[in-house]
Structure formats: C-alpha cells, structure tokens
C-alpha cells in the first residue's frame, strides 16, 4: 500500500476516495475510523488516501487535475501502515470493552 494523498479535512479526503472508485480505483483511508471519531486519540492532523501499489501512478494521474498538488505524495512506500492498522484495531477493542462496561 501507498500513501497517494493527504488531505486536512475528512470529507476532502472522503471525495477524493470515491472520485478514484469513479475511475475503478479502490482506495482506503485507514485512520478513517479512529480520527472521525475520536481524533485526540492519534495525535495527528489530516487523512491519508491509500491505493495499492499497483494503482499508485493512476491515482496519482487522475487525482493531480482535481486535488490541490500539496496534497499528492511523492512515490514511496508507506511501511508503517500495518502498525497504523493494528494501533487502530486495539484502540477499538479497547473502546468496545469500555463500553461493554459501562452497559
């Protein structure tokens, strides 16, 4: 998987996203889940837009006439992504569990 975006705000990042699905482009938002709703969590700003790496320079391609060019990322390979996937994972294990608690 490659970062193929980042945007400020999550809806920029959400009409990126399904203008790439409109070009058959699947594309995922990782931190979508966790920073829409409890953003203090990921002591971060902003989204990240992610294709797989096959899909890297036609996203690019079809993102670079409609997004800000700030917002494109240069080609790399984003290897943190599993360990952002499984800090999301237990975050919202740890948040179901609290929950169930408190019920």
């Known amino acids: 998987m490659k970062t ?11 009409v ?3 203008y790439l699905g ?3 482009i699947e594309a995922l938002l990782p931190e979508d889940a966790i920073q829409s709703t409890i953003p203090h969590l990921t ?3 902003g989204y990240e837009l992610m294709v797989i790496d096959e899909d ?3 996203a690019q391609r079809a993102l670079e006439s409609v997004i800000d060019p700030n ?3 240069g080609e790399q390979t984003d290897a943190t ?11 919202l294990i740890l948040l179901a569990v609290t929950i169930r608690n408190i019920l």
Do not use: D, M, Y
């Open 43 to 45: 002591g971060k700003q």
């Open 81 to 91: 992504v599993p360990w952002k996937a499984i800090a999301i994972v237990v975050i």
């Open 22 to 24: 409109s070009h058959n």
């Open 16 to 18: 990126a996203k399904s």
């Open 56 to 58: 890297f320079l036609p």
């Open 4 to 14: 193929v975006a980042r945007f400020p705000t999550h809806e920029e990042a959400l």
């Open 71 to 73: 917002n494109l990322v």
